[in-house]
């Protein structure tokens, strides 16, 4: 039986939308391919990690970092869409920032790469601004009633980017090994950074 309301699937919603943009002119041949590439290997939240390593080696940098995120970021060669107005979240023993877009899923994509799935959810974007603590703790964070939680929802400009705190037990690790046990989740301030030999 014929459903004439229902929509198109997605893939072929989006291919006519990009016909149209291009019989428009709005969108040049083969620039989505260029966005998507780069979304790929430019947009990556590792590089978020070398900032983080960096800040927790390089006390000058972490002020700097503080101080002016976007410029400390391209500092480091990231920077680009989504990243042009970088506040950096310093995460402190007695206050935990964390992060979410209430209105959609905004990431700092220069140093965060896209939105993971769960970032994205309804229910993630509706309960932790309500209930933060509740949140963090069913996705496996439980914090001290002593430590704040502040939840910084993501505004039309500003992408957010957690710094967290150090794991002890680092304090002779090269800034490499430091940024390869940063997390995502870490620096969205839904987990902390686990000491290296904690999951070992
Ligand atoms: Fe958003």
């Not at 291919?15 to 780069?38: M, S, T, Y």
């Not at 947009?43 to 972490?62: H, L, M, Q, S, T």
């Not at 989740?185 to 839904?190: L, N, R, S, T, W």
């Given at each position: 039986?014929?459903?004439?309301?229902?929509?198109?699937?997605?893939?072929?919603?989006?291919?006519?939308?990009?016909?149209?943009?291009?019989?428009?002119?709005?969108?040049?041949?083969?620039?989505?391919?260029?966005?998507?590439?780069?979304?790929?290997?430019?947009?990556?939240?590792?590089?978020?990690?070398?900032?983080?390593?960096?800040?927790?080696?390089?006390?000058?940098?972490?002020?700097?970092?503080?101080?002016?995120?976007?410029?400390?970021?391209?500092?480091?060669g990231f920077a680009g869409p989504q990243g042009e107005y970088i506040v950096v979240l310093e995460a402190r023993p007695e206050l935990h920032p964390v992060i979410v877009?209430?209105?959609?899923?905004?990431?700092?994509?220069?140093?965060?790469?896209?939105?993971?799935?769960?970032?994205?959810?309804?229910?993630?974007?509706?309960?932790?601004?309500?209930?933060?603590?509740?949140?963090?703790?069913?996705?496996?964070?439980?914090?001290?009633?002593?430590?704040?939680?502040?939840?910084?929802?993501?505004?039309?400009?500003?992408?957010?980017?957690?710094?967290?705190?150090?794991p002890p037990g680092t304090e002779g690790m090269s800034e490499e090994r430091l940024a390869d046990i940063v997390t995502r989740e870490a620096m969205i301030g839904v987990?902390?950074?686990?000491?290296?030999?904690?999951?070992?």
């Amino acid at each position: 039986m014929a459903e004439p309301d229902r929509p198109a699937p997605v893939a072929r919603r989006a291919f006519a939308l990009r016909e149209e943009l291009e019989e428009r002119g709005r969108l040049e041949p083969g620039q989505l391919e260029a966005i998507a590439q780069a979304s790929e290997e430019q947009f990556d939240w590792r590089n978020g990690a070398r900032v983080v390593a960096r800040a927790w080696v390089d006390p000058e940098y972490r002020e700097r970092l503080l101080r002016d995120g976007t410029a400390a970021c391209a500092e480091l060669g990231f920077a680009g869409p989504q990243g042009e107005y970088i506040v950096v979240l310093e995460a402190r023993p007695e206050l935990h920032p964390v992060i979410v877009c209430t209105q959609c899923s905004c990431t700092a994509w220069p140093v965060l790469g896209l939105p993971p799935d769960w970032y994205k959810s309804p229910a993630y974007r509706a309960r932790v601004a309500r209930e933060p603590r509740r949140v963090l703790r069913e996705m496996g964070l439980e914090l001290p009633e002593s430590v704040e939680i502040r939840v910084w929802d993501t505004t039309a400009e500003t992408r957010y980017l957690v710094l967290p705190l150090r794991p002890p037990g680092t304090e002779g690790m090269s800034e490499e090994r430091l940024a390869d046990i940063v997390t995502r989740e870490a620096m969205i301030g839904v987990a902390r950074v686990p000491a290296p030999d904690a999951g070992a």
